[in-house]
DNA sequence: TAAAAGTATGAGAACGTTTCCACAAATAAA
DNA sequence: TTTATTTGTGGAAACGTTCTCATACTTTTA
């Protein structure tokens, strides 16, 4: 019942325990008879190294942690998912950490991929709390976040400040509409001011001004759409479009707005961002602004892999993940404008 | 940069390792005075314990692994974050493979799991491989398992064969449903099987006969759903219902549906199982049988840490997990039937 | 033919913990 | 006082690997 060891297949096969490491690993010589006899007791006993044993002695964990805000997003389980794929033929394994968009979660995070001794990290941030900045620095471990970083120098994959909303903004702008509020995440996290700014910054290129209590931030979830989708039902004098900071927050938005028999888009106009399947599929079918998660996955994975296996080992490298807006059913042109 | 050790703190604090190893653990007996001096030692060098070298001498690795045939799946994506929300706090790490819907990935995940020495499995499967089975019965660790299985004596979670889908069958038939199609997920899969059963076990009972073409079975993802949404959409003569093996498929189904002018559930009624959070948000509606993630997290987190710390080493236990209809737009009643 | 290079094997020291054991000092019980 | 018991400490052997060395036999090269 017993795990079989090294040794137990080295007295098996009447060969050291040294030779019979040497075959597992294909370091070094071994005679095609030696190899004959210990796969044949391999087989017998069922041996199976010991990972712990090796990551001890060869102080390399074959792991890497993969922080998320929120695995019900389908866009980060898209990106664990693509990530697995790649991970498991070279022989690594995802470590999936769920923050569940709380802070205090993204710094246990990060201490918990420091104690079971990661090779490498993939931090999916929203806030950006500069202890768990500090922490990776000390770590001194290759780590890939979503974020422009000013402070510190790791791979980033990242998209101008807000420039999914920005597009989106641009698109409302561009239908005519001049009363727009916006649907935000967590307040305090940095992705959402990063996108908030991007709205602000297309409203106020075009010298509109919004008012306070047409911005509503709460957090990423449809729950957090919903109620903020109640919150403009309930207002006197309502926008006439609404940008989501991501797709999830746009469901809410919808179910709420279905629920109290506003029309969208006849009513309200509404943008998201990430293009999730489910922005296929919602009545309507949601404007939005394609964010790949295949593209993250795929690129994260790249350039972490170089830095583990020391591929690479300059400077930090930035790689803009492209946005692209795609038009549906949930906007509708008020009046045509002039292009750019 | 190097990591601390034990031998770093002890020298640091002029005790010996094993002393700073018994106050590290709180095991044994270890003064005051020393404790203070250990600790200024522990911070100044930032120690932490490798885990490794922990779970190679105690032959207890402290992670479980989840085994999810779909992270995409909300369902599970829920079961994730509620199962690592409880095992973070005991210092337990879930370690999730999502097999894709792949029988061969489920063969390789349970090989995964005994690689990595993982001190449980919860299990949930689609398919019902024999080699799996072979494979967690001889790796002997504890199974929470989604599936009643005769051959083996795992603890279980499940629900009487296909009963959600018998649930919600038996609803369209008490709407006045008579031409009833069926919108399965992998044909070879356990979890289709039995849901099928479950299908046909409700219409049979009213001696319906389903014509072959109006049973569909893919995979449980959207994409499947959307093409037996076009498959009924092209047919000469269709159901007046159809009974979707998961939400999922249903949210594709309705999507096809949608894009070709056929009302639901005007033109056809559709029913779901699990009750995602998406169900409430599309458009109709979904009519669904409540399946709860939560529960099954909870029962199965529960479960498996009894048998991990060896507080229950009984027989298997089965759980049966409770399924409740819920009713919302996508049903039509076509002619009102007396009840049961 | 001697030296160098290639092939094949095993002994044993690490890796960073935990834990059993021995020992000593202090305290309690007899 | 003597004998137990409790409290506090350190030495050293594991856990299952990998890997450097040392050794020995073959083959090639000069």
Redesign the pocket.
């Known amino acids: 019942m017993?795990?079989?060891?090294?040794?137990?297949?080295?007295s098996r096969s009447?060969?050291?325990?040294?030779?019979?490491?040497?075959y597992?690993?294909g370091?070094?010589?071994?005679?095609?008879?030696?190899?004959r006899c210990i796969q044949e007791a391999v087989e017998e006993l069922n041996?199976?190294?010991?990972k712990?044993?090796?990551s001890?002695?060869?102080?390399a964990t074959q792991q890497i942690v993969l922080i998320v805000p929120d695995i019900l997003n389908p866009y980060y389980a898209v990106i664990f998912r693509e990530l697995q794929e790649r991970a498991l033929a070279e022989g690594y394994t995802i470590v999936l950490y769920d923050t569940a968009q709380r802070e205090e979660e993204e710094i246990k995070a990060v201490s918990f991929a420091e104690e079971i001794g990661a090779d490498g990290i993939i931090y999916c941030s929203i806030y950006k709390s500069e202890e768990c900045l500090k922490q990776l620095i000390q770590n001194g471990k290759p780590v890939i976040v979503n974020n422009n970083y000013k402070m510190a120098a790791f791979d980033t994959l990242y998209s101008e400040a807000g420039n999914g909303i920005y597009i989106s903004a641009r698109h409302l702008l561009k239908c005519g509409h001049r009363k727009i509020g916006y649907v935000g995440g967590n307040p305090v996290s940095d992705v959402n001011i990063r996108r908030k700014k991007g709205f602000l910054k297309a409203v106020e290129e075009q010298d509109i001004c919004v008012p306070e209590d047409w911005i509503f931030e709460m957090d990423f979830s449809m729950a957090a759409g919903y109620k903020a989708g109640m919150y403009f039902a309930s207002l006197e004098e309502r926008p006439t479009a609404l940008c989501a900071a991501n797709d999830i927050i746009a469901m809410g938005l919808i179910t709420a707005f279905n629920e109290r028999r506003i029309k969208i888009p006849q009513d309200i106009s509404i943008t998201g961002e990430d293009n999730i399947e489910f922005s296929k599929i919602c009545r309507p079918t949601l404007t939005t602004v394609e964010n790949s998660g295949s593209f993250f996955a795929e690129h994260a994975y790249r350039l972490l892999m170089e830095r583990i296996k020391k591929v690479y080992t300059g400077e930090a490298r930035k790689i803009v993940c492209p946005r692209e807006l795609i038009v549906r059913e949930s906007t509708r042109i008020i009046r045509e404008e002039k292009g750019e």
Chains 1, 2 share one sequence.
């Open positions: 017993k795990k079989a060891t090294l040794k137990d297949v080295s009447g060969v050291s325990v040294s030779t019979v490491s040497r597992i690993n370091s070094g010589y071994v005679d095609d008879k030696t190899a041996y199976k190294p010991n712990f044993a090796q001890l002695k060869k102080d």
